[in-house]
């Protein structure tokens, strides 16, 4: 009896070591260096932006959920000479359109640029982890592509997201949509930074917001991308007389806001699978008092664990950066939500805007205020992993300077271009890596196993309470 106890001691003291020394582990800065393509824009008339055969065909095809619970999809399209049909036939096999939806067309000027037809058609009421076919044009000119409806909300149900951030339209972000192509994940999370058209003049900031739709199209068209704003979006160009903010986002990507009753398109929230997403724009008000602040408590308060254990985050500027590139700039975000990330347990927070990768350890600053010191962000079991994955590959190209010496919170940090997957399995654990474009598809080059905030936790209360019932009987019972 005494040798058992004396190894069960022994056991308990090597995890309380591990513990210390795994808690204790400094941050990692990779000395990977990578070559690179030049971060230019791929030219026009490269077979990446081709516009499809045929008078009048849709182009820049792309989807996102419809609705809050997965049940809906808005598809999008732009047809370059006439409005045509707003129409979507669709149906569960391809031989057969059983049903039909009828959209929106609406156009804009951007300095003398007059855009394409721009179309949205919401198809709702579909059967949840359903493939369905749909079609839309004219004619000889029309064309087909299929999605993937999700599973029904569950608990349990199993998913994987990719996520990218500030993709742009260069040989580097061509590597990260291939390279997110072969990573098998059901629906992009993008945190922000489309096109980058506005690095361009005039009536090519229209050009550029075109050849960027058709871009991605080869993915979007065929699985929904959830959107978040960055400031590349925003386009306020007086010297062109533009000065409406986010005039050609939010006229090509419509997001399902009103689901999730908020006021605007740039903040909302959507459930999917096992996963509570909220979306957060970094450049619209967000200080107490204002329509996204007392959105996204209202949101929050709607969470749900037992329906929807995961509980993840985007937004475009990250909170938690050590790179020179936009350090600090989360800070004002920080300093009003980051409270609320660890009181609800947010599991993850994705962020772009950096042009690099980085984890952070879980950490918060909550205890600091003005007027008292605490000033550094401490170890907190409750806060959320803040990732930033703004390495799309957009021509501004990589934000290559961290800091000296690396913060005890940033856990790894790279610059090299590459996306995300977090693979969810069920309620307590999620699969999370990120890879760098020069590796293979099997490589992740930081890979992490991601316990539930809610059920982890949960579980593991219960596992010790019934743990320690039972040790308590079987000391009773030998007294
Ligand atoms: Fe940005």
């Not at 664990?305 to 909170?319: A, F, S």
């Not at 990120?434 to 949960?458: E, I, M, P, S």
Request: contains cysteine; glycine residues 6%.
């Amino acid at each position: 009896m005494g040798s058992v106890l004396m190894l069960l001691q022994l056991v308990l003291t090597f995890f309380l070591f591990w513990g210390l020394v795994k808690n204790g582990d400094a941050g990692i800065t990779s000395s990977f260096i990578r070559t690179e393509w030049p971060s230019v824009d791929i030219p026009l008339d490269n077979e990446v932006f081709a516009v499809p055969d045929g008078h009048n065909a849709p182009q820049q095809v792309h989807i996102t959920q419809g609705d809050y619970n997965g049940e809906a999809v808005i598809i999008s399209w732009v047809t370059p000479d006439n409005p045509g049909s707003s129409k979507v036939q669709y149906g569960v096999s391809k031989a057969k359109y059983d049903f039909t939806a009828e959209g929106t067309v609406t156009n804009y000027t951007f300095y003398k640029y007059k855009s394409g037809y721009i179309h949205h058609c919401l198809l709702d009421g579909l059967e949840y982890d359903t493939k369905y076919y749909y079609k839309i044009g004219d004619g000889d000119s029309s064309r087909e592509f299929w999605f993937q409806t999700p599973p029904m909300i569950n608990p349990d149900a199993a998913y994987k997201f990719g996520i990218i951030g500030d993709l742009g339209q260069t040989y580097n972000s061509l590597s990260t949509l291939e390279h997110y192509m072969q990573s098998e994940a059901e629906a992009v999370l993008f945190v922000g930074d489309l096109s980058y058209a506005d690095r361009y003049k005039y009536n090519d900031v229209g050009v550029r917001w075109d050849s960027w739709a058709r871009f991605v199209e080869r993915s979007a068209a065929y699985q929904p991308w959830m959107w978040s704003a960055g400031n590349h979006e925003i386009e306020y160009m007086p010297y062109m007389g533009e000065v409406l903010p986010f005039k050609s986002y939010l006229h090509r990507y419509p997001t399902p806001h009103s689901a999730s009753k908020s006021s605007s398109p740039l903040w909302y929230a959507i459930r999917r699978a096992s996963a509570h997403i909220i979306v957060l724009s970094s450049y619209s008000p967000f200080v107490k008092y204002t329509p996204q602040y007392i959105w996204l408590y209202n949101e929050l308060e709607k969470v749900n664990r037992e329906e929807t254990p995961w509980l993840i985050v985007l937004m475009h500027v990250p909170i938690y950066n050590s790179n020179e590139a936009h350090f600090k700039e989360g800070e004002s975000m920080r300093s009003v939500f980051e409270e609320w990330f660890v009181r609800y347990k947010v599991d993850i927070i994705f962020a772009g805007h950096v042009h690099a990768y980085e984890r952070s350890y879980r950490i918060s600053n909550i205890h600091y205020n003005v007027s008292t010191g605490n000033c550094y962000p401490v170890a907190d079991k409750f806060a959320p992993v803040y990732i930033t994955v703004g390495d799309g590959g957009n021509q501004e190209g990589l934000a290559a300077k961290f800091r000296d010496p690396q913060p005890d919170y940033s856990a790894f940090r790279e610059a090299s271009y590459g996306h995300s997957t977090l693979e969810i399995k069920n309620r307590t654990h999620a699969f999370y890596q990120w890879n760098r474009n020069d590796d293979g598809k099997q490589v992740a080059t930081d890979a992490f196993v991601l316990h539930n905030q809610y059920w982890a936790n949960n579980l593991r209360r219960r596992k010790l309470k019934k743990h320690h019932l039972r040790s308590v009987a079987g000391w009773i019972a030998t007294q």
